[in-house]
């Protein structure tokens, strides 16, 4: 099991490398105030230690430093984070077969789902066109989904299912579709959900669905998410017909 986790984080890393498109400009109010309360709790730690000090209460003092080396670990993290996101690398377009970057997630993701009890159906279908696009990128917006969906069933004891499916249409292009059974979004959450920094995780950093949103928007097309009734989350993406040729 322990190793099924690093492979998947591995190449959860992998797929990381890969460039945030859209422009920093609209995440730049979020970076500011996400790093604005790690600066404001360490002033305030500084503050208490020379408080600390004067009085000569090392135990004080040393409990302060601490709390003060939590806070600029968190702001570093924030920082390499953004960055690894705003290297520049173009993204490298293919014709590619949907369901076989699908599968390929798929595969990725398997272990996770297993340890988690979570039951797989996939309705992919058969008459896909090719779709101009970058695998990598594509993939990394599966993976995100299906982490997402995988993540919000571990919270129910309900059946765990989810739902992945694929189809194409002259007027809507190629349609994916990831669909849970977990709790579900609220009218708060759906709101907020593709903003970054937006989290509901302890461990969470709040970016993958706005990555998501960055790369399908970059290739043209749309990711939006609805509840599932009668419970759980559906998100679903479009690739736009003009960048699809029949195979
Ligand atoms: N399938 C889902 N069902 C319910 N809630 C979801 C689902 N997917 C996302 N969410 C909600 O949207 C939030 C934002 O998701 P997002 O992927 O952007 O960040 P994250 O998963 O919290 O952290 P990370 O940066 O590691 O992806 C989640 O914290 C969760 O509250
Ligand atoms: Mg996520």
Redesign the pocket.
């Given at each position: 099991l322990k190793r099924a986790e690093e492979g998947l984080r591995d190449a959860q890393m992998t797929l990381a490398h890969v460039t945030r498109v859209a422009t920093l400009g609209e995440m730049t109010a979020s970076i500011a105030h996400e790093i604005n309360q790690p600066l404001g709790a360490l002033v305030n730690n500084a503050n208490a230690c020379l408080g600390w000090l004067s009085t000569e209460n090392l135990e004080e003092v040393r409990n302060s430093v601490e709390l003060m080396l939590d806070d600029a670990q968190r702001v570093t993290e924030i920082i390499t984070r953004v960055r690894s996101l705003v290297k520049k690398a173009p993204p490298q377009k293919d014709w590619l077969d949907i369901n076989q970057m699908i599968r390929e997630v798929i595969g990725l993701a398997r272990n996770e789902m297993q340890r988690n009890g979570v039951a797989l159906e996939t309705q992919l279908s058969d008459d896909m066109p090719l779709v101009f696009a970058d695998r990598i990128q594509l993939q990394q917006v599966m993976l995100?989904?299906m982490?997402?969906?995988i993540?919000?069933?571990t919270q129910v004891t309900t059946p765990r299912e989810l739902l992945i499916s694929s189809e194409a249409d002259d007027s809507k292009g190629v349609v994916v579709v990831?669909r849970?059974s977990?709790?579900?979004?609220d009218s708060k959450?759906l709101e907020?959900?593709?903003e970054?920094f937006?989290?509901?995780?302890p461990?969470?950093?709040?970016?993958?669905?706005?990555?998501?949103r960055s790369l399908i928007e970059a290739h043209g097309g749309r990711l939006w998410?609805t509840t599932n009734a009668p419970h759980?989350?559906v998100?679903q993406f479009t690739l736009p017909i003009g960048s699809v040729k029949v195979s």
């Open positions: 995100n989904l982490m997402n969906a993540e919000a069933m990831v849970d977990g709790p579900g979004l959450s907020r959900l593709f970054p937006y989290t509901t995780k461990q969470g950093m709040g970016m993958g669905l706005a990555i998501c998410a759980g989350a998100f």
